[in-house]
T-cell receptor, first 113, second 112 residues
């Protein structure tokens, strides 16, 4: 069954530390996305990718980097984690066609202390 | 700037009632509107979607009503069930843009 798998499910990080969130998809979708979800803000786009080797900035990219080494994998990197980055992070994949819908992972809950 | 707005933030209905969730948008180039359903501890999942050439889309107990002139749409859930209790997100995109803009969501609670 096609799916989007995120790891870890939960993460506690210290301020100033480096955090890497991983995402793997078996949908063979070209596009992948990283969102964060916060109460009152819904889902906000951090970075996205149109294919292996490409990354694009979303609406709130500051403090985050992304890496797409292959069609299946898309990582979100927090080089210097801050408490304001405490959130739930969702990865999604989507086809390159018009009106393509997203398949979301189950999320990573990140706490930065 | 919030391009997609949802109301109310939260909604409680009794089992069997019709829940109405509202969504409005600003960008007139938006032409595709999916609704996602999210249960606690899970990622959002596509529920139903509509293109701007249509004014209504129905799928079982879920119906989208779309008003292009007013840039508004609504999701009606008839005969609401406790299992419908979830957060519902309205999203929007335009042709060729594979990025969705999401609203802040409506948290629905259905009481038995």
């Amino acid at each position: 069954e096609a799916a989007v798998t995120q790891s870890p499910r939960n993460k506690v990080a210290v301020t100033g530390g480096k955090v890497t969130l991983s995402c793997n998809q078996t949908n063979n979708h070209n596009n992948m996305y990283w969102y964060r979800q916060d109460t009152g803000h819904g889902l906000r786009l951090i970075h996205y990718s149109y294919g292996a080797g490409s990354t694009e900035k979303g609406d709130i990219p500051d403090g985050y980097k992304a890496s797409r080494p292959s069609q299946e994998n898309f990582s979100l990197i927090l080089e210097l984690a801050t408490p304001s980055q405490t959130s739930v992070y969702f990865c999604a994949s989507g086809d390159a066609g018009v009106d393509s819908d997203y398949t979301f992972g189950s999320g990573t809950r990140l706490l930065v202390i | 700037q919030q391009q997609v707005r949802q109301s109310p933030q939260s909604l409680t209905v009794w089992e069997g009632e019709t829940a109405i969730l509202n969504c409005s948008y600003e960008d007139s180039t938006f032409n595709y509107f999916p609704w996602y359903q999210q249960f606690p501890g899970e990622g959002p999942a596509l529920l139903i979607s509509i293109r701007s050439v249509s004014d209504k889309k129905e799928d079982g107990r879920f119906t989208i009503f779309f008003n292009k002139r007013e840039k508004k749409l609504s999701l009606h859930i008839t005969d609401s069930q406790p299992g419908d209790s979830a957060t519902y997100f309205c999203a929007a995109s335009d042709t060729g843009n594979y990025k969705y803009v999401f609203g802040a969501g409506t948290r629905l609670k259905v009481i038995a």
